[in-house]
């Protein structure tokens, strides 16, 4: 809690938990100011950092829309590539973690030629976004890489709930 005492002076009073005790602490404007900027700036980067991801929505491709692609004779087959340990998609590559730079070396190989032009779309399937290590580094890959329709299968939970249990083709 913060309190104004004079236009150039406040305080702020923290409490101590484990201590059960109140702290008081007073100091010149400017320097308030300045802590409480500080404080902005900091719990702001955080909110960022947690929520930036390489992808947008518009990156992310539903399972029942891939399966649908991948089982008909369209044109616009994607190019699918396993940068997991999971089973492998029909017509997927396994590629394998991509969480470390042999791995990734290993995908940069894979991609040398596929058209830049033409949707490239990744997976792993092992858990769910939140918490996996590979697709950050393959999606930020392909990017860097200047692939124009670099796509992220939308496996909320992981392959077998989201994509094996409803019957999808795989190899």
Request: glycine share 6%.
């Amino acid at each position: 809690m913060w309190t104004r005492h004079s236009p150039e002076e406040y305080s702020i009073s923290l409490y101590l938990r484990n201590e059960n005790k109140y702290i008081h602490m007073k100091f010149p404007k400017h320097i308030f100011h300045a802590l409480f900027l500080l404080f902005l700036a900091t719990i702001s980067g955080t909110a960022i950092s947690q929520t930036a991801e390489p992808w947008t929505s518009r990156d992310l491709i539903e399972p029942a829309t891939l399966a649908n692609m991948i089982s008909g004779a369209t044109e616009k087959q994607p190019f699918i590539f396993n940068v997991g340990p999971v089973g492998d998609i029909k017509g997927a590559v396994h590629i394998g973690s991509t969480a470390n730079q042999a791995g990734l070396d290993k995908f940069r190989k894979s991609l040398a030629n596929v058209p830049k032009d033409k949707m490239v779309v990744i997976y792993c399937g092992c858990c769910p976004f939140r918490n996996c290590p590979n697709i950050r580094p393959a999606f930020t890959l392909l990017k860097e890489m200047g692939f124009k329709e670099p796509r992220l299968l939308n496996l909320k939970q992981n392959l077998k709930v989201d994509w094996t249990d409803y019957g999808y083709p795989m190899n």
